[in-house]
């Protein structure tokens, strides 16, 4: 009972329960529904501390075994094609089991208290239900399949959660965009995985399949577009360029979603996805520099996005997306590096990431449930004395974001910027890699300066409060703000707790099997013993401090005064550079039109079809004087055919 | 398992249900001739008692099929041959084969096990039909519920061709005698002209019966030829006389075919050649009727017309099971009887064409108004799906294939379903006439989003599975040039097609501000949620997506003989239209993978 494996169940299968709870509370819509939050907060809560237990437990496992696999049960198979339902705990899916139910656990609580009053209040608990139970199927799956299963899960839920307000157009909108540009990159994920498959001795098994590839090396460019299709889907997924599109309006969903699916756990799905299959990307440099430079250009042109939003959520959001593309960098070095370096950088910044960023979009939340719904930073201002304890929780967030030193974003930031600065002093790919620090530390300092901006907009300068806000106005209620604090905390310290000085966070990963096969199979050398680079630490300090205090000369009044100068660059950004113009000119546009074109075409080809079928009439018209129809002419060229058909097979044969 | 088949169902009861499952519905049909207005009560209860005999013969079958060795198929002969069980009319001792003679071509009287030229009443349940029958049997009951309040007129007579419809599918899918496929085949070209003809809402329905009617019957009346053809060109190798038993046939055709072949490698290729020319010919006939039934593009015209005029109780069947029957044609008749030219033309030319024929349709799809009519053109691109599948002639395209015609006739018969609420209570599928209907119809919505998932292939819902096998089928099959890989990516690109024109029609009809048509009659009360009846038609069909997306496993357990049977018939064309497979390494490598193991 008390093996990792049957933790993990319980701890996965919770949520379930609390979606059937829930579902039932949704559908008899009694009084009963607005307890509808309670099953998941609990089972949320016992998964959380389930987690906990699963990473003690995965850690105090002797050096020889930090991996447990439950036993398969077949879901389907047939001839080679064998998908079984199979979960891992490793320390990679331990991390994640436990970071993914904790913050959940709070923004379930924060979500009560945010919805409180909401019409389908419990039908939002049973689908966010849903969600941490296909979020940490997603986490477990030992099998690709399996894998790709809860991973549609999520993005079904992440759909009916951004549709959530479903009357409301742009919610509309969104939500299809959010599920089709995911869909479409899921589109490649699914067929690298077909090309695994047969290059793989017919495996659908994770750890089967790596344990075989590495063994027996496939083809090089095989095994280059498995991994790069492989990409597709996580570029999807989690919101990389070119498909990044869908997770800025993907904000017209409830911000506890914003905060839980789309900043903490569902957008780090590719990211996940890329550290379990560390050992195939180890093995094709040329498709870790392609992920390098994926995440390099989302980093920097998400940035400079965010720069000039007045939407608060979407400066999130954009800067959500330029902290995945940080991630994707990080990964990207793997096999330059050594790739347990590359992926626990990746994985720590993750981590942290999961806390400010849920944090921030909490805040927000808070913030915009005392404007009654308003997120325009034009429209308020100075909430700092209105809001005291959104302000300082807000704060911590921002200081991780941008990466203050000491904070929690600090640590991870130094690390991914580490990644590439030792990628760029390795063997292939140097320039590429010492351009892509170059980006990162740029992307740093645009990031420190949007989160001033933003943060200076919403709570200093004179305060301002939109009508809308009516008698909201005033701090959220105490089961808002208490996970706000916990998050804050988390902000601020769990960076500091756990990498910097014990390095329990990099032991801890560096155990995984799946890591030290990688490690094997690329041709890395030996990472260095770590020490901490002064001098990179101090470039990306000084790059975020320019950031910060660019941000304190421009917004120091609370309010957007540009000079003429900056003007068209913050226009630029503004429009988000027309990126989702030039797709729908480019791709929605025509795809309409070639639809029209197709529906305009079949009427054609009925029309050919009726013109053939009009044939028989005129000629029966023209045999017989007497017309009788048509099932007489079929009957004819029925004994015609047969004739003429097997006179030709006779001959044939007959020959 | 087999212990106790043969205990708890002696053969005699198995022989008995299947005789009854393919007659019960023209009985059904008289009987329910007789009742006028309360016809459909009638209905709905023989419904269910035909829905009961089927399920006893899937429970009674799959604890035999369940059990057959697929390694065991045809080994130690030169020929596969379907093993069909439960066959009415069998002799002791002789489980697969029938005595019952309807007309025969020669004046000696047949003896027992002995081919020869008669027309014989052989039906039978294999691996591959089962389900099918099943499917058709289940789908019965919604397209009753559906056309509950909206068929008025002569109800008895609706109902009526509804299980005549319903009787010539079953008998289509269980007959194992070539001659009485076709009369079964065609059979079913007669109850849906009429319910079409007669009962259609629209002003077009004439037209479009008519349309169906001519078009599929061009089709199928050069399957005849094709079926002919195989026929006289197949004698038996012994006796030199002709059969039209289907599994005698499948023997005859591979004898010649491997006889050529040794032939051939003795030096003189001219006959095998010749064969294969025919084969070609034989190929293009067989596919004629099939390809219009499916169907493939381009001669798929006649469906929009008759899926958007047909009543929808009508249209649920003809999509969830008359369109099965083209592409079950090909799995048990072009696959088996023109192996060769299967290989030769079957991916590269109508995998091309069924390729095409899946953007297009989706295209089309997009670009329609009308929600039937984009339900319509969704069949038409999900079928090309099929159809690759089965032409990639291996075990997990064709085990796939036969689950997602299941699982496809299930969902699209359902998307058909739902429609029926809404024109029910407003005369109109119109998508523009709709929107924010998940404000105005919670739990109609919840059932929607379900079951329109299940059609776009959302895993844990009974698409998927079968999707991914058929995926797995077309990565595995062994076509020169690599051209199934492009082929491959279509299909999986065919996933995220139809999930671009579903999402679309979510977006616009349940969510969006709300719009509804005006109610039908002034001062009427406004048209309330899913009322009992209609919660079982479309509750029963999403908990059987959901039941066959999470364990789809005892359906594909009891076909993997029969699959293994058809794969065996591809294995050897394509040795003898490609020549000896290289080994490779992985296929070595893949060896140990075969047996039962890891369940």
Same mark, same amino acid.
């Given at each position: 009972?008390?093996?990792?494996?049957?933790?993990?169940?319980?701890?996965?299968?919770?949520?379930?329960? @609390?979606?059937?709870?829930?579902?039932?509370?949704?559908?008899?819509?009694?009084?009963?529904?607005?307890?509808?939050?309670?099953?998941?907060?609990?089972?949320?809560?016992?998964?959380?501390?389930?987690?906990?237990?699963?990473?003690?437990?995965?850690?105090?496992?002797?050096?020889?075994?930090?991996?447990?696999?439950?036993?398969?049960?077949?879901?389907?198979?047939?001839?080679?094609?064998?998908?079984?339902?199979?979960?891992?705990?490793?320390?990679?899916?331990?991390?994640?089991?436990?970071?993914?139910?904790?913050?959940?656990?709070?923004?379930?609580?924060?979500?009560?208290?945010?919805?409180?009053?909401?019409?389908?209040?419990?039908?939002?608990?049973?689908?966010?239900?849903?969600?941490?139970?296909?979020?940490?199927?997603?986490?477990?799956?030992?099998?690709?399949?399996?894998?790709?299963?809860?991973?549609?899960?999520?993005?079904?839920?992440?759909?009916?959660?951004?549709?959530?307000?479903?009357?409301?157009?742009?919610?509309?909108?969104?939500?299809?965009?959010?599920?089709?540009?995911?869909?479409?990159?899921?589109?490649?994920?699914?067929?690298?995985?077909?090309?695994?498959?047969?290059?793989?001795?017919?495996?659908?098994?994770?750890?089967?399949?790596?344990?075989?590839?590495?063994?027996t090396p496939p083809d090089h460019y095989e095994l280059t577009a498995a991994c790069l299709l492989l990409f597709c889907g996580a570029v999807g997924k989690s919101a990389q360029f070119p498909l990044y599109v869908w997770l800025p309006d993907a904000m017209e969903g409830p911000t506890p979603v914003s905060a839980l699916i789309h900043a903490a756990t569902m957008v780090t799905a590719g990211?996940?996805?890329?550290?379990?299959?560390?050992?195939?990307?180890?093995?094709?440099?040329?498709?870790?520099?392609?992920?390098?430079?994926?995440?390099?250009?989302?980093?920097?042109?998400?940035?400079?996005?965010?720069?000039?939003?007045?939407?608060?959520?979407?400066?999130?959001?954009?800067?959500?997306?330029?902290?995945?593309?940080?991630?994707?960098?990080?990964?990207?070095?793997?096999?330059?590096?050594?790739?347990?370096?590359?992926?626990?950088?990746?994985?720590?910044?993750?981590?942290?990431?999961?806390?400010?960023?849920?944090?921030?979009?909490?805040?927000?939340?808070?913030?915009?449930?005392?404007?009654?719904?308003?997120?325009?930073?034009?429209?308020?201002?100075?909430?700092?004395?209105?809001?005291?304890?959104?302000?300082?929780?807000?704060?911590?967030?921002?200081?991780?974001?941008?990466?203050?030193?000491?904070?929690?974003?600090?640590?991870?930031?130094?690390?991914?910027?580490?990644?590439?600065?030792? @990628?760029?002093?390795?063997?292939?790919?140097?320039?590429?890699?010492?351009?892509?620090?170059?980006?990162?530390?740029?992307?740093?300092?645009?990031?420190?300066?949007?989160?001033?901006?933003?943060?200076?907009?919403?709570?200093?300068?004179?305060?301002?409060?939109?009508?809308? @806000?009516?008698?909201?106005?005033?701090?959220?209620?105490?089961?808002?703000?208490?996970?706000?604090?916990?998050?804050?905390?988390?902000?601020?310290?769990?960076?500091?707790?756990?990498?910097?000085?014990?390095?329990?966070?990099?032991?801890?990963?560096?155990?995984?099997?799946?890591?030290?096969?990688?490690?094997?199979?690329?041709?890395?050398?030996?990472?260095?013993?770590?020490?901490?680079?002064?001098?990179?630490?101090?470039?990306?300090?000084?790059?975020?401090?320019?950031?910060?205090?660019?941000?304190?000369?421009?917004?120091?009044?609370?309010?957007?005064?540009?000079?003429?100068?900056?003007?068209?660059?913050?226009?630029?950004?503004?429009?988000?550079?027309?990126?989702?113009?030039?797709?729908?000119?480019?791709?929605?546009?025509?795809?309409?039109?070639?639809?029209?074109?197709?529906?305009?075409?079949?009427?054609?080809?009925? @029309?050919?079809?009726?013109?053939?079928?009009?044939?028989?009439?005129?000629?029966?018209?023209?045999?017989?004087?007497?017309?009788?129809?048509?099932?007489?002419?079929?009957?004819?060229?029925?004994?015609?055919?047969?004739?003429?058909?097997?006179?030709?097979?006779?001959?044939?044969?007959?020959? | 398992?087999?212990?106790?088949?043969?205990?708890?169902?002696?053969?005699?009861?198995?022989?008995?249900?299947?005789?009854?499952?393919?007659?019960?519905?023209?009985?059904?049909?008289?009987?329910?001739?007789?009742?006028?207005?309360?016809?459909?009560?009638?209905?709905?209860?023989?419904?269910?008692?035909?829905?009961?005999?089927?399920?006893?013969?899937?429970?009674?079958?799959?604890?035999?099929?369940?059990?057959?060795?697929?390694?065991?198929?045809?080994?130690?002969?030169?020929?596969?041959?379907?093993?069909?069980?439960?066959?009415?009319?069998?002799?002791?001792?002789?489980?697969?084969?029938?005595?019952?003679?309807?007309?025969?071509?020669?004046?000696?009287?047949?003896?027992?096990?002995?081919?020869?030229?008669?027309?014989?009443?052989?039906?039978?349940?294999?691996?591959?039909?089962?389900?099918?029958?099943?499917?058709?049997?289940?789908?019965?009951?919604?397209?009753?519920?559906?056309?509950?309040?909206?068929?008025?007129?002569?109800?008895?007579?609706?109902?009526?061709?509804?299980?005549?419809?319903?009787?010539?599918?079953?008998?289509?899918?269980?007959?194992?005698?070539?001659?009485?496929?076709?009369?079964?085949?065609?059979?079913?070209?007669?109850?849906?002209?009429?319910?079409?003809?007669?009962?259609?809402?629209?002003?077009?329905?004439?037209?479009?019966?008519?349309?169906?009617?001519?078009?599929?019957?061009?089709?199928?009346?050069?399957?005849?030829?094709?079926?002919?053809?195989?026929?006289?060109?197949?004698?038996?190798?012994?006796?030199?006389?002709?059969?039209?038993?289907?599994?005698?046939?499948?023997?005859?055709?591979?004898?010649?075919?491997?006889?050529?072949?040794?032939?051939?490698?003795?030096?003189?290729?001219?006959?095998?050649?010749?064969?294969?020319?025919?084969?070609?010919?034989?190929?293009?006939?067989?596919?004629?009727?099939?390809?219009?039934?499916?169907?493939?593009?381009?001669?798929?015209?006649?469906?929009?017309?008759?899926?958007?005029?047909?009543?929808?109780?009508?249209?649920?069947?003809?999509?969830?099971?008359?369109?099965?029957?083209?592409?079950?044609?090909?799995?048990?008749?072009?696959?088996?009887?023109?192996?060769?030219?299967?290989?030769?033309?079957?991916?590269?030319?109508?995998?091309?064409?069924?390729?095409?024929?899946?953007?297009?349709?989706?295209?089309?799809?997009?670009?329609?108004?009308?929600?039937?009519?984009?339900?319509?053109?969704?069949?038409?691109?999900?079928?090309?799906?099929?159809?690759?599948?089965?032409?990639?002639?291996?075990?997990?395209?064709?085990?796939?294939?036969?689950?997602?015609?299941?699982?496809?006739?299930?969902?699209?018969?359902?998307?058909?379903?739902?429609?029926?609420?809404?024109?029910?209570?407003?005369?109109?599928?119109?998508?523009?006439?709709?929107?924010?209907?998940?404000?105005?119809?919670?739990?109609?919505?919840?059932?929607?989003?379900?079951?329109?998932?299940?059609?776009?292939?959302?895993?844990?819902?009974?698409?998927?599975?079968?999707?991914?096998?058929?995926?797995?089928?077309?990565?595995?099959?062994?076509?020169?040039?690599?051209?199934?890989?492009?082929?491959?990516?279509?299909?999986?690109?065919?996933?995220?097609?139809?999930?671009?024109?579903?999402?679309?029609?979510?977006?616009?009809?349940?969510?969006?501000?709300?719009?509804?048509?005006?109610?039908?009659?002034?001062?009427?009360?406004?048209?309330?949620?899913?009322?009992?009846?209609?919660?079982?038609?479309?509750?029963?069909?999403?908990?059987?997506?959901?039941?066959?997306?999470?364990?789809?496993?005892?359906?594909?357990?009891?076909?993997?003989?029969?699959?293994?049977?058809?794969?065996?018939?591809?294995?050897?064309?394509?040795?003898?239209?490609?020549?000896?497979?290289?080994?490779?390494?992985?296929?070595?490598?893949?060896?140990?993978?075969?047996?039962?193991?890891?369940?």
């Open positions: 009972m008390s093996d990792p494996i049957t933790l993990a169940l319980v701890a996965m299968s919770l949520p379930l329960v @609390a979606c059937v709870l829930a579902t039932v509370l949704a559908l008899r819509k009694g009084p009963a529904a607005k307890f509808a939050h309670v099953p998941l907060v609990l089972a949320c809560g016992t998964a959380a501390v389930l987690g906990i237990v699963v990473l003690t437990k995965v850690a105090a496992a002797d050096s020889q075994n930090h991996r447990f696999i439950s036993d398969p049960m077949t879901w389907f198979a047939a001839g080679h094609l064998k998908v079984s339902f199979q979960i891992v705990v490793d320390p990679i899916s331990a991390v994640m089991l436990a970071m993914v139910t904790f913050i959940s656990t709070w923004i379930a609580l924060f979500a009560s208290g945010y919805m409180h009053g909401e019409k389908g209040y419990a039908r939002f608990f049973a689908v966010m239900s849903l969600f941490v139970f296909s979020m940490c199927g997603l986490i477990l799956a030992n099998n690709f399949l399996l894998l790709v299963a809860f991973w549609e899960g999520v993005g079904v839920c992440s759909y009916l959660l951004v549709g959530y307000y479903f009357e409301k157009p742009s919610a509309a909108a969104a939500a299809r965009k959010a599920f089709l540009v995911t869909r479409l990159g899921d589109v490649g994920f699914i067929l690298g995985i077909f090309l695994l498959w047969k290059m793989g001795g017919w495996n659908t098994s994770l750890t089967a399949l790596f344990d075989y590839l590495t063994k990211v996940y996805l890329l550290a379990r299959c560390a050992p195939l990307f180890a093995m094709c440099p040329e498709a870790q520099i392609t992920v390098a430079w994926v995440g390099g250009i989302t980093a920097i042109l998400a940035a400079f996005i965010g720069l000039a939003q007045h939407d608060l959520k979407r400066v999130l959001a954009y800067s959500t997306v330029s902290q995945l593309g940080y991630m994707f960098m990080a990964l990207g070095t793997g096999g330059a590096i050594s790739p347990v370096f590359a992926v626990t950088a990746a994985m720590f910044h993750l981590f942290t990431h999961a806390f400010f960023k849920a944090l921030l979009f909490l805040s927000a939340g808070s913030v915009m449930h005392a404007m009654g719904g308003v997120i325009d930073m034009r429209r308020f201002g100075g909430l700092r004395k209105l809001l005291p304890v959104t302000h300082l929780t807000f704060l911590c967030g921002a200081a991780s974001l941008a990466a203050l030193p000491l904070f929690s974003g600090f640590w991870s930031k130094d690390m991914v910027l580490e990644s590439l600065e030792f @990628a760029a002093e390795g063997e292939k790919y140097t320039g590429g890699y010492f351009v892509l620090l170059l980006v990162g530390l740029v992307t740093a300092f645009m990031t420190a300066f949007y989160t001033f901006r933003a943060y200076l907009l919403t709570f200093w300068g004179p305060e301002r409060i939109p009508e809308e @806000a009516g008698h909201h106005a005033h701090e959220s209620p105490a089961r808002m703000t208490v996970p706000l604090m916990v998050l804050a905390v988390g902000a601020v310290a769990v960076g500091i707790a756990i990498e910097p000085f014990n390095h329990k966070f990099s032991h801890f990963l560096n155990d995984a099997p799946t890591l030290q096969q990688a490690f094997a199979a690329s041709k890395a050398p030996e990472p260095p013993p770590h020490k901490f680079n002064w001098t990179l630490a101090g470039v990306g300090t000084a790059a975020s401090l320019f950031g910060l205090s660019l941000a304190l000369v421009m917004y120091r009044n609370g309010t957007e005064k540009l000079p003429a100068l900056v003007e068209p660059v913050f226009a630029a950004s503004r429009n988000k550079l027309y990126v989702d113009e030039i797709y729908g000119a480019a791709f929605v546009k025509p795809g309409g039109v070639l639809a029209f074109l197709s529906a305009a075409f079949d009427g054609f080809l009925d @029309a050919v079809a009726r013109l053939i079928s009009a044939v028989p009439r005129v000629l029966g018209w023209w045999v017989r004087p007497v017309q009788n129809g048509l099932v007489q002419f079929y009957a004819l060229s029925m004994a015609l055919g047969l004739t003429v058909l097997l006179s030709f097979v006779a001959f044939r044969i007959a020959r | 398992m087999d212990k106790i088949y043969e205990i708890v169902a002696a053969p005699r009861t198995g022989r008995t249900l299947v005789l009854l499952v393919v007659l019960f519905p023209f009985l059904a049909a008289l009987f329910v001739s007789l009742f006028g207005k309360r016809g459909r009560r009638v209905a709905l209860l023989l419904a269910l008692v035909h829905l009961g005999l089927a399920v006893s013969v899937a429970a009674i079958a799959s604890m035999h099929l369940g059990t057959r060795d697929e390694l065991s198929a045809g080994r130690g002969t030169d020929h596969a041959k379907f093993e069909p069980a439960m066959v009415p009319g069998a002799r002791v001792g002789d489980d697969g084969r029938t005595a019952w003679t309807l007309m025969s071509l020669t004046a000696t009287p047949p003896s027992a096990g002995r081919a020869g030229p008669f027309v014989q009443f052989f039906v039978g349940v294999d691996g591959l039909n089962l389900w099918l029958v099943a499917l058709t049997s289940f789908m019965v009951v919604p397209a009753i519920l559906v056309s509950w309040e909206s068929v008025t007129e002569r109800r008895g007579a609706f109902y009526a061709w509804l299980f005549v419809l319903q009787g010539a599918a079953v008998g289509a899918f269980l007959s194992f005698d070539v001659i009485l496929f076709y009369v079964f085949f065609e059979l079913t070209l007669v109850p849906a002209f009429f319910l079409i003809g007669r009962w259609g809402p629209g002003s077009a329905r004439r037209d479009a019966a008519r349309k169906f009617f001519l078009y599929t019957l061009a089709g199928s009346l050069l399957t005849l030829v094709g079926v002919v053809g195989v026929v006289v060109t197949n004698p038996d190798p012994t006796t030199g006389q002709i059969t039209f038993s289907l599994p005698d046939l499948m023997a005859n055709v591979q004898h010649w075919l491997n006889a050529a072949q040794a032939e051939a490698a003795a030096g003189k290729p001219e006959k095998l050649a010749a064969l294969h020319q025919t084969q070609l010919w034989l190929f293009v006939a067989l596919m004629a009727g099939f390809m219009v039934k499916t169907p493939i593009f381009p001669f798929h015209t006649w469906l929009p017309s008759a899926y958007g005029e047909a009543p929808i109780g009508v249209t649920v069947l003809l999509s969830a099971v008359l369109a099965k029957l083209g592409t079950f044609g090909i799995l048990r008749f072009v696959l088996t009887l023109t192996p060769d030219a299967a290989v030769a033309y079957g991916l590269p030319v109508v995998g091309t064409l069924a390729a095409f024929g899946i953007v297009y349709a989706a295209l089309c799809a997009y670009a329609q108004k009308d929600m039937k009519q984009m339900a319509a053109y969704s069949s038409v691109s999900h079928l090309g799906f099929v159809v690759l599948a089965v032409f990639a002639f291996n075990t997990e395209g064709v085990a796939g294939s036969v689950l997602h015609m299941v699982n496809h006739g299930l969902s699209t018969g359902a998307v058909f379903a739902l429609l029926a609420f809404l024109a029910d209570r407003y005369r109109t599928t119109s998508m523009t006439q709709y929107g924010g209907l998940m404000g105005r119809f919670p739990n109609f919505a919840v059932l929607a989003f379900v079951l329109c998932l299940a059609s776009v292939g959302l895993p844990g819902l009974n698409n998927f599975v079968s999707e991914m096998l058929m995926l797995g089928g077309l990565f595995r099959a062994d076509a020169p040039k690599n051209h199934h890989y492009a082929l491959a990516g279509i299909a999986a690109f065919s996933i995220f097609l139809s999930s671009w024109y579903i999402m679309t029609m979510l977006q616009r009809v349940f969510f969006s501000p709300p719009k509804e048509p005006p109610a039908d009659a002034p001062g009427a009360a406004p048209p309330g949620d899913v009322n009992s009846r209609e919660l079982i038609a479309f509750g029963s069909l999403a908990a059987l997506c959901l039941v066959l997306g999470v364990y789809p496993q005892p359906v594909l357990d009891t076909m993997r003989a029969d699959v293994r049977i058809v794969t065996r018939i591809g294995d050897d064309a394509r040795v003898r239209v490609y020549g000896e497979p290289k080994p490779t390494k992985v296929l070595v490598a893949a060896e140990p993978n075969n047996g039962k193991q890891d369940r």
